[in-house]
């Protein structure tokens, strides 16, 4: 496996010349980096002005001289004297790189998760509803997203879902038309998931659906409940506790007590922590949050260990699982209390169109999040529909092919419950060939989402990259260059390793 | 059975315990420490603004920093004794100090500086500061470094030296408010010297250089210490962003510089070290936005100020705002023109008057500037933009209109009696531009019908090397204007660094020395008028439109308007308000 590493490393070293070069080249000649300098009026200014870029830009060395140059400077590394040299102002590349990849980072980090998480889940359950309605839905749905024009999608998505949101808020009632077509909504889909043979069975789908949907938009409707939403103990404890059944029946089944009880008790674990530090997350530091959490899921996994009987691995995971969920939701809930604060604070328009944050703003831990979630909202939606469309599509054929495999009908005649044959026999393999493209796609993030971050107005690998093109220098967009093409060459051998270790019938050579 | 039994009890029991704690909410810790009352005061009192670019520098004045990112930021930061007023003129900054002309000959200036005037450190600002702005821009103090043909270079780097070349060293000692300063040639903008962002703190800067005496080391040219000193000036001040330079980032007017968010905003507050009108807002905000994302931020009311660079989409997207937006168009200092090259077949005076004929001006400023700026019209002048004081006056006494409308007919004839039908008219400008695009085809489109054969020769490296090789028959680019007449002059001399097209004539000649060493402002504008008047009879080149600028504000916010200086929207904002809310 070294020497394959070592192979694949060799390889991309030499890509990486050819490439960097390349790169470089085609920077330098797109255009001329003294354009905007050609019609200051006064020939002495103009003259001195021209002189001084010049000199930073090196613009009287060769190209290719120039190449050279920036490529010693990158290999200084090597023995820590490196430097990725200056853009046209003279101001250090380093430190306007660290920013610029921290920011992308920050947006989208988030925004791929929740790719990868919502793509896989709708993709399994695409292919496990293969050929319905819901199937066709989400088909037609992914191949929507991944055709829309990003640039199209950000600006409508900032119209609707930031100013007229933001207007609707202000006295946010759901009109009838509106709560019908949504409900209405709400029933197909849960005929298209639910199912049933019979137009009886449909039909009770269908207002089952329907019903949920327009009690919920009633209840946001007729409350405040948008203006001061709260879970509070009894919600946090309800939804807790159902999620610790769902979670059972997902890990065990829940014909399995020992792991129903235990997946339960690791949720009043939870609940007791969250009734327990209502006193003091007032405004809490992320260490101190980090640190409860972790402390919760390890009584939770205590708890569950000692309840769990012979299946204690099981019973300690599915109680780990159920105090996340509580915890998550104590969060949540958390975030909901801090909520009239924070939209009174952005004078009645929460959800920003711009920017990472509000500037100078101040507020308790809670508040401070909420700010960064109501400008990450958009920003991430957008890079979630872009690349929701290849995870539903890549996990939806991964899993029908799995599905099809001999091993699944050996399981299947076996007796084994359908629950144990998708979820430890289908599942996991089909999840083998998903990983590759989630490397790939972390790679990918690296690089920025060019137009993302500019129509939002973040800063990041996106914008080095295309102001150093703009105004034809080198050494911001070679700087993005470099990190970008680096991460997309390890990671392709991070994900030939992983992959070689998930599957072992394929080996490396 | 038991097993069962005992099952469900527990799952009871867990399930009411769940229930039962829950039921025992204790109150919320924090409750008072939420930032909602103290942060909503902050934001009532702030003002926020949208600017493309990032800033990069305090020092506005070196050659490599220059740039309106940081004159945005800077404006009403750092003072001086004038600044461009509401119509682009230079106005007076009395607060700041006075300027008087206590002799013509030789042209002798008194700069007093206001007595209470401190930097935002409390250090007095004076002799030591004047002296500086003159060193640094007069290009007088050199380098120890050389060129590549051993010349000396200059040691501070400036982004203009116009003027502050043509000084004697300024007269003051240590702590002195008030400096004479006289010319040793006589320059006709001395009113535009010493003006708001020149100014820099120079105790800060013989701090940073680790020299003692500034104005001695000035004064005899001690080069050792005036080589640290202007390291210190060219590079000192360059901003690393996140970072406030709070040592050295003084401010001499009604704001100063309090945070800086990399990536995302500049935050200014007023400054309490002020000694003329506060600030009206307690702080601003520059945030920095791209063009296209400015209408939708305002709309959402995470902005108050926009000025995006002018488009028919994002005007119209500004205006179906509604109401609550106040939109302003106008012009901005910078003209379009034609330029003839007379080194080509334009070097004959009636072919130019033909191409002049079948010029559609006007259709050109009603397709590509009026959807952007519907006040615009035809610019009729070289040296005064329409918005410009005495712009009336110099066209009414060098322009009779005869070019307003293509007059084909009379440009065939022409043609025609001169035998040059056909005659290649290659017209040059830096390419990718679609509005330079656009205007040639539409010059195409009446020219050729007079019988020119216009081609457009659009290239990439125009600037670099069309321009000056005289590889065009007409030149189409812009030239940016200034209330000062010293920029533009060398553009119309014979053998002047503008003067792409190697137009000459003796009498512009004469009558631009006449103008550069004339000290009366008033009188400049009759000098203006007689240039400009054979001008137009020779043809030199043809004067378009001046760009659109365009802005918008919320009407939360009262004071903001539009200014065709390039001091962009903050130009203004130490008297910006909110209204109530």
Redesign the interface.
């Known amino acids: 496996m070294v020497a394959y590493v070592l192979r694949r490393l060799l390889i991309s070293i030499g890509v990486f010349f050819v490439a960097t070069f390349m790169m470089y080249l085609l920077v330098a000649n797109a255009?001329?980096p003294?354009?905007d300098l050609?019609?200051?009026?006064?020939?002495?200014?103009?003259?001195?002005?021209i002189?001084?870029?010049t000199e930073?830009m090196q613009l009287n060395t060769p190209v290719v001289e120039r190449y050279f140059d920036w490529l010693g400077g990158l290999l200084s590394f090597l023995w820590g004297q490196g430097t990725l040299g200056v853009n046209?102002?003279?101001?250090a590349i380093e430190?306007?790189l660290g920013?610029?990849l921290g920011?992308t980072l920050r947006l989208v980090v988030l925004a791929t998760v929740l790719a990868i998480v919502t793509g896989v889940a709708v993709g399994i359950v695409s292919a496990l509803r293969q050929y319905t309605s819901f199937d066709y839905t989400i088909t037609f749905f992914s191949f929507v997203f991944f055709s829309l024009p990003i640039f199209w999608a950000a600006?409508l998505l900032?119209?609707f879902g930031?100013?007229a949101f933001?207007d609707w808020l202000g006295d946010p009632v759901v009109p009838l038309p509106v709560m019908v077509v949504l409900a209405v909504l709400g029933g197909l889909l849960a005929v298209s998931l639910v199912g049933g043979r019979t137009w009886a069975r449909r039909g009770a789908s269908f207002a089952g659906g329907a019903v949920v949907v327009l009690g919920v938009l009633l209840v946001l409707s007729q409350t405040d409940f948008l203006a001061r939403p709260t879970l509070?103990?009894?919600g946090?404890?309800v939804l807790?506790?159902a999620a610790a059944v769902g979670i059972t029946a997902l890990v065990s089944g829940l014909a399995n007590?020992r792991v129903?009880?235990a997946s339960?008790?690791g949720?009043?674990v939870g609940?007791?922590v969250?009734?327990?530090t209502?006193?003091?997350?007032?405004?809490p530091t992320w260490p101190f949050l980090i640190g409860l959490f972790v402390l919760t899921l390890v009584l939770a996994g205590g708890v569950g260990f000692g309840v769990g009987g012979i299946d204690r691995g099981r019973a300690a995971r599915a109680a780990v699982l159920s105090a996340a969920v509580v915890a998550a939701l104590s969060f949540v809930d958390w975030l909901m209390?801090?909520w009239?604060?924070?939209v009174?604070?952005?004078?009645g328009?929460p959800?920003?169109?711009?920017?990472?944050?509000t500037?100078?703003?101040?507020?308790?831990l809670w508040?401070t999040t909420l700010d960064s979630l109501t400008h990450l909202v958009l920003p991430s939606v957008t890079l979630v529909l872009i690349s929701f469309a290849q995870y539903t599509r890549y996990t939806r054929s991964s899993m029908l092919e799995t599905m099809n495999q001999d091993y699944v009908r050996t399981a299947r005649s076996k007796g084994l419950t359908e629950r144990t044959v998708i979820m430890r026999h289908a599942f996991r393999n089909a999840l083998i060939p998903v990983t590759t493209l989630v490397a790939l796609d972390f790679a990918a993030i690296v690089g920025g989402a060019v137009i993302t971050e500019?129509?939002?107005?973040?800063?990041?690998m996106g914008?080095l990259f295309i102001e150093g093109i703009y105004t034809v220098d080198p050494p911001p967009v070679m700087a993005f260059f470099v990190v970008a093409a680096a991460a997309v060459l390890l990671l392709n051998i991070v994900a030939d390793l992983v992959y070689a270790y998930l599957d072992p019938r394929i080996r490396l050579s | 059975m038991i097993?069962?039994r005992r099952?469900t009890a527990?799952?009871a029991f867990?399930?009411g315990?769940?229930?039962v704690?829950?039921?025992?909410?204790?109150?919320?810790?924090?409750?008072g420490?939420?930032?909602?009352s103290?942060?909503?005061g902050?934001?009532s009192a702030?003002i926020?603004a949208a600017h493309e670019q990032?800033f990069?520098?305090y020092n506005n004045n070196?050659?490599?920093?220059?740039?309106v990112q940081n004159v945005v930021v800077l404006n009403n930061v750092l003072g001086g004794f004038w600044d461009f007023g509401p119509d682009g003129g230079v106005l007076d900054e009395s607060e700041f100090g006075t300027v008087e002309k206590t002799s013509d000959d030789p042209l002798t200036i008194r700069y007093t500086f206001a007595d209470d005037a401190v930097w935002s450190d409390g250090e007095p600002i004076d002799c030591d500061d004047f002296m500086l702005t003159w060193a640094a821009n007069s290009g007088k103090f050199t380098s120890t470094e050389t060129d590549a043909e051993g010349n000396p270079l200059?040691g501070f780097?400036?982004?203009?030296?116009?003027g502050y070349e043509d000084m004697n060293a300024p007269q003051c000692a240590a702590g002195d408010k008030e400096v004479e300063l006289s010319y040793a040639t006589p320059f006709a903008d001395w009113a535009g010297m010493f003006g708001a962002g020149s100014i820099l703190p120079a105790h800060k800067v013989a701090q940073g250089a680790g020299v003692e005496d500034l104005i001695g080391a000035l004064t005899s040219n001690n080069s050792e210490q005036v080589n640290q000193l202007a390291q210190f000036y060219n590079?000192g001040f360059?901003?690393?962003?996140?970072t406030v330079d709070t040592d050295n980032w003084l401010s001499s007017g009604p704001y100063k510089i309090d945070?800086w968010?990399?990536?995302?905003?500049i935050?200014l507050v007023a400054n309490d070290q002020y000694w003329g009108t506060p600030a009206k807002a307690s702080?601003i905000?520059i945030?920095?936005?791209?063009a296209?994302?400015q209408a939708?931020?305002l709309?959402?009311?995470?902005i108050q100020v926009a000025r995006p660079q002018p488009a028919q989409d994002i005007l119209s997207q500004l205006q179906a705002i509604g109401d609550s937006v106040k939109i302003d168009q106008g012009d901005e200092y910078?003209f379009e023109h034609l330029d003839f090259n007379f080194e080509g077949a334009f070097a004959d005076a009636d072919l130019r008057r033909a191409f002049a004929l079948c010029v559609p001006r006007q259709q050109i400023v009603d397709n590509l500037i009026k959807p952007v700026n519907a006040d615009a019209t035809v610019l009729n002048s070289r040296y005064k933009l329409s918005f410009q004081e005495g712009y009336d006056q110099v066209v009414g006494a060098s322009y009779q209109g005869q070019y307003d409308q293509p007059d084909i007919a009379a440009a065939k004839q022409i043609l025609d009696s001169k035998g040059a039908a056909g005659t290649p008219v290659r017209i040059g400008y830096?390419s990718p531009n679609q509005r330079r695009t656009d205007a040639t085809a539409l010059i195409k489109a009446s020219c050729d019908q007079a019988g020119f054969d216009v081609q457009d020769a659009g290239q990439?490296?125009f600037?670099?090397g069309g321009?000056a090789n005289g590889n065009f028959d007409v030149a189409l680019?812009?030239?940016?204007?200034?209330p000062l007449v010293?920029?533009?002059a060398?553009?119309y001399v014979t053998g002047?660094?503008?003067n792409n097209g190697k137009y000459s004539n003796p009498q512009v000649d004469e009558l631009t020395t006449q103008l550069l060493a004339q000290t009366d402002v008033a009188a400049q504008d009759t000098t203006i008028g007689q240039i400009e008047s054979v001008l137009w009879s020779d043809l030199a080149t043809i004067p378009l439109f001046t760009f659109p600028g365009l802005q918008a504000n919320s009407t939360n916010v009262t004071g903001p308007s539009f200014q065709p200086a390039q001091s962009q929207q903050t130009w203004n904002d130490d008297t910006w308000t909110v209204a109530q809310?």
Request: proline share 3%; net charge negative; hydrophobic share 35%.
């Open positions: 255009g001329d003294l354009e050609y019609g200051i009026t006064d020939p002495g200014d103009r003259a001195a002005r002189a001084s870029r930073i046209r102002t003279g101001q430190p306007l920013l610029a920011s600006v900032k119209q930031a100013i933001n509070g103990p009894a946090v404890s807790g506790l007590r129903l009880i339960l008790a949720a009043v609940i007791i969250y009734v327990s209502v006193g003091v997350l007032g405004d209390f801090a009239p604060a924070y009174s604070s952005s004078l328009r959800i920003a169109t711009i920017g990472s944050n500037p100078n703003f101040t507020g308790t508040e500019r129509i939002f107005g973040w800063r990041g914008s | 097993t069962s099952t527990a799952l867990l399930a315990g769940a229930l704690l829950s039921g025992c909410s204790a109150d919320r810790g924090g409750e420490g939420t930032g909602a103290s942060s909503a902050t934001t702030t926020t990032e990069n520098s070196t050659a490599d920093q220059n740039a200059s780097s400036s982004a203009g030296t116009t590079t360059i901003g690393t962003p996140g945070s968010q990399a990536g995302q905003s935050t702080s905000v945030r920095f936005i791209d296209t994302a939708q931020a709309a959402n009311g995470e910078t830096q990439q490296d600037f670099g321009l680019f812009a030239w940016s204007g200034s010293s920029g533009q060398s553009t002047g660094g503008n809310q």
